[in-house]
């Protein structure tokens, strides 16, 4: 039996840590102020603010990413190595078109 590649409460964790990010970026960005004419004006401060909010989600989003793809790796390993019925029988099937595109008559020696 294998361990688990990924500690099971590992994804949970971050993917709260991604919402309540995600909070975060939506709180700085609602604070823009706007215009009458529908501009923005964001001051540097707020955009550092943003900036920061939204490269620790994209942080946060990549760890996530790495710990599905450990997942999917160890859960590819660990499947059975016998191909299903349908794929057993789909290999089986050699179509016709194929067969002559390989051999030709000159060098059939059958």
Do not use: C, H
Not at 54 to 81: F, M, P, Q
Request: proline letters at 5%; aromatic letters at 8%; charged letters at 25%.
């Amino acid at each position: 039996m294998t361990t688990a590649v990924v500690d099971p409460k590992l994804l949970p964790y971050l993917r709260g840590e991604l919402e309540t990010k995600q909070l975060e970026v939506e709180r700085i960005s609602r604070a823009f102020p706007v215009d009458d004419q529908g501009r923005f004006s964001i001051s540097t401060e707020q955009y550092r603010d943003f900036q920061a909010a939204v490269g620790a989600a994209r942080e946060i989003k990549s760890a996530i990413d790495a710990a599905e793809a450990a997942i999917g790796l160890r859960n590819y390993l660990n499947t059975d190595a016998t191909p299903s019925e349908g794929a057993a029988d789909a290999a089986a099937y050699t179509p016709v078109w194929w067969v002559s595109s390989v051999t030709t008559p000159s060098s059939d020696t059958r």
